[in-house]
């Protein structure tokens, strides 16, 4: 008799379909009489078909280019830009406890009157790049 423990760590490659014949029988027999089982492969089946992509070999950049397309560009450049900000500020705190560590004090920071700094462009170009 299998149990669940048995059963559990195969249902991936049993809906994936990488089990064989005797292994994938014990499964059926199994899933046959387990609700709970049959219930974490039905999920497992869903999860398959949430990221099924219906295209063949050929058409597979071409789904994944149009899906690329719906997203709202803006929106992703500014996700990334907070992610960089926010690295910067992470980045930017371990430099100052380094230096604190090693007895410095450290420089003050420069004065930025936009999210970028570019020191030799007139500040009237500067306002189109400002961040929310
Ligand atoms: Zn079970």
């Known amino acids: 008799m299998t ?71 803006t929106t992703v450049l500014l996700t990334e830009l907070r992610l960089m900000r926010d690295e910067m500020q992470g980045l930017r705190a371990e430099v100052a406890d380094l230096r604190r560590e090693l007895g410095r004090r450290p420089p003050s920071p420069p004065v930025r009157t936009s999210p970028f700094s570019f020191p030799d462009a007139p500040e009237r170009d500067l306002k189109q790049y400002r961040l929310v």
């Open 3 to 73: 149990t669940c423990d048995d059963i559990r760590p195969q249902l991936a490659a049993y809906v994936d379909d990488e089990l064989d014949d005797m292994d994938r029988l014990i499964v059926d027999n199994h899933l046959a009489g387990c609700v709970d089982c049959a219930a974490i492969v039905q999920g497992y089946r869903a999860i398959h078909a949430a990221f099924l992509v219906d295209a063949g070999a050929d058409g597979l950049w071409d789904a994944v280019h149009a899906r690329i397309d719906a997203l709202d560009t």
